[in-house]
């Protein structure tokens, strides 16, 4: 059945950069949209970025515009998330998750009906 299991994540200081993987089974990978989500204790679950099943057309939250940059190799079935410039805020348990078609279409807006258990990023001097 589908899998998605997250790694990389981990404590880092301010600047920083960590690359973040998502190992993806269970389902034909390349057929689906895919998506990084993040989450804070006392804070909404935010939409970090997204990307379409062949990886030609991506989007991304204000918070992380020009610092993260999301990525897939198919070939591998894996999905990841560059982070660079890392901030305080940045801090959160990073999820990936599985989209219900292959295109991006509003992406801010889209379904994502599976998640995996996360990782956690924490950014801190």
């Known amino acids: 059945q589908l899998q998605l299991v997250e790694s990389g994540g981990a404590l880092v200081q301010p600047g920083g950069s960590l690359r973040l993987s998502c190992a993806a089974s269970g389902f034909t990978f390349d057929n689906y949209a895919m998506a990084w989500y993040r989450q804070t204790p006392g804070k909404e679950r935010e939409l970090v970025a997204s990307i379409s099943g062949g990886g030609g057309a991506t989007d991304y939250g204000d918070s992380v515009l020009g610092r993260f940059t999301i990525s897939r190799d198919n070939a591998k079935n894996t999905l990841y998330l560059q982070m660079n410039r890392l901030k305080l805020e940045d801090t959160a348990l990073y999820y990936c998750?599985?989209?219900?078609?292959?295109?991006?279409?509003?992406?801010?807006?889209?379904?994502?009906?599976?998640w995996g258990q996360g990782t956690q990023v924490t950014v801190s001097a």
């Open positions: 998750a599985k989209g219900r078609t292959s295109f991006l279409i509003q992406p801010r807006s889209m379904t994502y009906d599976n």
